[in-house]
Structure formats: C-alpha cells, structure tokens
C-alpha cells in the first residue's frame, strides 16, 4: 500500500459528460502529480500541484482540470469526455523540496467512456 | 533529463536472477538513475535509485557502470509477481517535485 488513495477505481460514464477523480496523497506529501496511461500512448504526466498551487502543466487538455485543496487533496475535472479520454488515470505524491523525488502512486482510477 | 534505451522485453526463469539493462549514454554529473516498475494495470512502484555506487535495497540492487552510461537493475530471486514493466528514468537532482518522464521500459516475464 503506497499511502496513496484514489476514488472511484472504476468509473463508466458517455461521451460529453463529466467526472471528477479524487486523490488523497501520503499523509505529509505536499505534492501531488496526475498522469494517464492509454493504451498507445503509455504514461503520460498531466499536471502537478504543490500545496494548492499549480506548478506544472504537461500533456493536459483544455477539456481538462485539476485543483488541490487546503488539506492536500485534489481532485482531477475531465469534462465534455470523448472515446479517447478512456483510460486508466494514477496520482501520485511527494515529499516537499527533496533533491531525491520519489513519487508514490495510487491504485488508479480506470475511466471508461462509451 | 538524459534519454534512457532499455529493451522492450525479457524473460526470466522463476527463481534466478532477473538482469535489466538500461542505456543512458547521455547522463550528466547531477542526474540520478530511479527505477520503477508497474504490475499490470496498477500505480507504477518505487524500486530504487542511485547516482553512481552501487545501491541495494530490500527490492533490488542497482549497479552503475562507472563511466555511468549505462545500469543494470538486478533482482537476485526472481518471482512469478515480479513480472511487470520496468522502467528506467534518468533525472536531474534539483531541488523542488518535478514530474517523472516514463519511457516505454522493459516487460519482464518471470516464467515458472
């Protein structure tokens, strides 16, 4: 158990609808990262928060947002979802302001869109 | 951070050692070598990392060339649950969270 808790692990939802994925990091880790595993395109960083602010952005799309919360949850906004945007969705966190970044994952939530 | 090489798959018998190799030609002084794995479908996992001696842990051992263009991660018994993707990344020791870069890695099969 990585300390890392993701809700819901399955979600099943249509295309133009929209979902909020939960992340509640380590307790004490400031940092919290989303990434997306597809099928053709492996994992994929979409963006980090660090005690509630946004750090960095990556493959993201505008369809998509992220906030983290005082208590260092965050939660992950995918909306107007299309067939592509299936895919298994893993937060991850870490320590503040180590040289050494590890990164510890969640279960992952797996988002089907039909 | 340095573009990592590791062969897209392997195969190890149950029991021996499972040797995985990981190029990086191209590493700078200041970048660390980490290795995850991911157990089908699951969070990716934190094996080990090392800057140029040799690391072990309970998981793993990780042996740096010394020209440090190259690593081997080596899991001395392995398992039937120890087949998974491996990946390699190599990154700069800075300070702050950045986001890892995951290549493709390599899948390691451990067959009884």
């Known amino acids: 158990d990585s300390g890392v808790t993701q809700t819901p692990k399955h979600l099943i939802t249509a295309t133009g609808q929209r979902v909020t994925l939960r992340c509640s990091p380590r307790?004490?880790?400031?940092?919290v990262y989303w990434y997306q595993q597809s099928l053709d395109q492996g994992l994929q960083f979409l963006i980090h928060?660090?005690?509630?602010?946004?750090?960095a952005k990556g493959n993201i799309l505008e369809r998509f947002s992220a906030q983290q919360f005082p208590d260092l949850h965050s939660e992950l906004n995918l909306s107007s979802l299309e067939l592509g945007d299936s895919a298994l969705y893993f937060c991850?966190?870490?320590?503040?302001?180590?040289?050494?970044?590890?990164?510890?994952f969640g279960a992952g939530t797996r988002l089907s869109v039909l | 951070d340095a573009k990592t090489t590791q062969p897209p798959s392997m195969d190890c018998a149950e029991g021996r050692a499972a040797n995985l190799p990981c190029n990086h030609s191209?590493?700078?002084?200041?970048?660390?070598v980490y290795w995850y794995r991911q157990i089908h479908s699951q969070g990716p996992q934190y094996i080990i990392h090392?800057?140029?001696n040799n690391e072990t842990n309970e998981m793993a051992s990780l042996i740096i060339t010394e020209d440090r263009k190259s690593s081997t991660l080596i899991l001395p018994h392995a398992t039937l649950r120890d087949t998974a993707v491996y990946y390699c990344?190599?990154?700069?020791?800075?300070?702050?969270?950045?986001?890892?870069?995951f290549g493709k890695g390599t899948r390691l099969s451990v067959i009884a």
């Open positions: 991850a966190s870490s320590v503040a302001g180590e040289v050494i970044n590890i990164q510890y």
């Open positions: 307790s004490g880790d400031l940092s």
């Open positions: 928060y660090y005690n509630g602010e946004e750090r």
């Open positions: 191209t590493i700078s002084g200041n970048e660390y």
């Open positions: 090392g800057l140029k």
């Open positions: 990344i190599v990154r700069v020791r800075r300070s702050g969270n950045t986001p890892l870069v």
